[in-house]
């Protein structure tokens, strides 16, 4: 069997600019000789048919099952139903899967609440991790929402409560530090790596 892979787990809201620092992260260390992988919360929540989901104005007959959006005073609230959850936790087996087959994984995640951080360690048990918080002002990743033009408006405010349920290793603000900087400072945290989400230092 092979030596299990390291996963590092990029958390933040929706347009916080985790997918651009998984890609060069990836690209980094494939120039150096690193083959990682990247898997993203995306991926699994775009397999879901949309009779299982409720937003921005659509209503899926069966979305208390999936996966929701309930209005607050404070902005939307994402909520999950069974299937909703079922369908995060294979994803985050999945994860584990490809480490333990030997591969390093990039994850572009959104801890969304105690009961995802809790599933993340279970799924991970024994493996090298890395939590990395990736944080934007929400004036930012507002306006980044708005010109992607591929996000439910809202989905950065519903989702800006990441931060307080997952450990973090490493801390990155992408409002303005440039993408070459974060990665650096990605490589240097992932380069210190230790089992079960121990401190490491940048």
């Given at each position: 069997m092979p030596q299990?892979?390291?996963?590092v787990i990029l958390n933040g809201t929706s347009s916080a600019g985790k997918t651009t620092l998984a890609r060069a992260f990836r690209d980094d260390?494939?120039?150096?000789g690193e083959c990682w992988l990247v898997i993203a919360l995306d991926d699994y929540f775009w397999l879901l048919p949309h009779q299982w989901f409720r937003g921005g104005g659509h209503h899926g007959p069966f979305s208390e099952a999936g996966v929701w959006l309930e209005p607050s005073e404070e902005g939307p609230i994402l909520r999950l139903g069974?299937?909703?959850?079922r369908l995060f936790a294979a994803y985050r087996r999945t994860a584990a899967l490809w480490?333990?087959?030997?591969?390093?994984?990039?994850?572009?995640?959104?801890?969304?609440?105690?009961?995802?951080?809790r599933d993340w360690h279970d799924a991970l048990?024994?493996?090298a991790v890395?939590?990395?918080a990736v944080q934007c002002e929400p004036e930012v990743a507002d306006r980044r929402e708005r010109e992607r033009g591929d996000r439910m408006i809202?989905?950065?405010?519903?989702?800006?409560?990441?931060?307080?349920?997952?450990?973090?290793d490493l801390v990155v603000d992408t409002t303005e530090l440039p993408v070459?900087?974060?990665?650096?400072?990605?490589?240097?945290?992932?380069?210190g790596a230790v089992p079960d989400g121990a401190p490491v230092s940048s």
């Amino acid at each position: 069997m092979p030596q299990p892979g390291r996963i590092v787990i990029l958390n933040g809201t929706s347009s916080a600019g985790k997918t651009t620092l998984a890609r060069a992260f990836r690209d980094d260390r494939a120039a150096a000789g690193e083959c990682w992988l990247v898997i993203a919360l995306d991926d699994y929540f775009w397999l879901l048919p949309h009779q299982w989901f409720r937003g921005g104005g659509h209503h899926g007959p069966f979305s208390e099952a999936g996966v929701w959006l309930e209005p607050s005073e404070e902005g939307p609230i994402l909520r999950l139903g069974e299937l909703g959850r079922r369908l995060f936790a294979a994803y985050r087996r999945t994860a584990a899967l490809w480490a333990h087959a030997g591969f390093d994984v990039v994850v572009d995640d959104v801890a969304f609440d105690e009961e995802a951080v809790r599933d993340w360690h279970d799924a991970l048990d024994g493996l090298a991790v890395t939590w990395v918080a990736v944080q934007c002002e929400p004036e930012v990743a507002d306006r980044r929402e708005r010109e992607r033009g591929d996000r439910m408006i809202g989905m950065a405010r519903a989702l800006s409560g990441v931060h307080r349920c997952a450990p973090s290793d490493l801390v990155v603000d992408t409002t303005e530090l440039p993408v070459a900087e974060a990665t650096r400072r990605l490589v240097a945290a992932v380069s210190g790596a230790v089992p079960d989400g121990a401190p490491v230092s940048s």
